[in-house]
Antibody
Framework: QLQLHESGPGLVKPSETLSLTCTVSGGSISTGRYFWGWVRQPPGKGLEWIGIIYYTGNTYYMPSLKSRVTISVDTSKNQFSLRLSSVTAADTAVYYC??????????????WGQGTLVTVSS | EIVLTQSPVTLSLSPGERATLSCRANQSISTYLAWYQQKPGQAPRLLIHDASKRATGIPARFSGSGSGTDFTLTINSLEPEDFAAYYCQQRYNWPPLTFGGGTKVEIK
């Protein structure tokens, strides 16, 4: 069973870059069965998809965030990462990493990290 | 972009009652819809995929139905642990993958 765990700073200054890493255990990130993605949730609000990456490096992003988002993968460390540039208070949210299955439950998120709160404030 | 609208925003029910949650898409998405449950302080959990297929380990009191633009999540005989927020998500036309705004099922 996969386990995902987010890590990174909990506080980021406005205009700076938010950086988070998701470490995958219980399976290989290169398995080809999954996309690896990020979803965020502002306090008290709903879920917003940020983007996904395949182990080959192919990426898909939320159009409204595309100019600021980069998702990358490091297969040697079994990790993938999120970078969101030029952050504002509107980017304050709990950030989840999750696996998007491509076989059994096609293109739905079946495993999630516990989430990490990132606050944008000076 | 496919927009999903969930209703009601809040549903107040008692344990043992039936919950009926709605998710409506702004265009047909066939049966490419999932439902997630989220409890406070926890990550979402996949309940239903492809509109009506229960995910592994999900109790039979959870059922999904619908196709096209209108979908329903039904929870038969609410258990105390079922009081939570529920979100739908489509994968018919992406990117982007989109979620509905959520329905909170609270104890009456």
């Amino acid at each position: 069973q996969l386990q995902l765990h987010e890590s990174g700073p909990g506080l980021v200054k406005p205009s700076e870059t938010l950086s988070l890493t998701c470490t995958v255990s219980g399976g290989s990130i290169s398995t080809g069965r999954y996309f690896w993605g990020w979803v965020r949730q502002p306090p008290g609000k709903g879920l917003e998809w940020i983007g996904i990456i395949y182990y080959t490096g192919n990426t898909y992003y939320m159009p409204s965030l595309k100019s600021r988002v980069t998702i990358s993968v490091d297969t040697s460390k079994n990790q993938f990462s999120l970078r969101l540039s030029s952050v504002t208070a509107a980017d304050t949210a709990v950030y989840y990493c999750a696996s998007l299955d491509t076989t059994v439950v096609e293109y739905y998120f079946d495993y999630w990290g516990q989430g990490t709160l990132v606050t944008v404030s000076s | 972009e496919i927009v999903l609208t969930q209703s009601p925003v809040t549903l107040s029910l008692s344990p043992g009652e039936r919950a009926t949650l709605s998710c409506r898409a702004n265009q047909s998405i066939s049966t490419y819809l999932a439902w997630y449950q989220q409890k406070p302080g926890q990550a979402p959990r996949l309940l239903i995929h492809d509109a009506s297929k229960r995910a592994t380990g999900i109790p039979a009191r959870f059922s999904g139905s619908g196709s096209g633009t209108d979908f329903t999540l039904t929870i038969n005989s609410l258990e105390p642990e079922d009081f939570a927020a529920y979100y739908c998500q489509q994968r018919y036309n992406w990117p982007p993958l989109t979620f509905g705004g959520g329905t909170k099922v609270e104890i009456k």
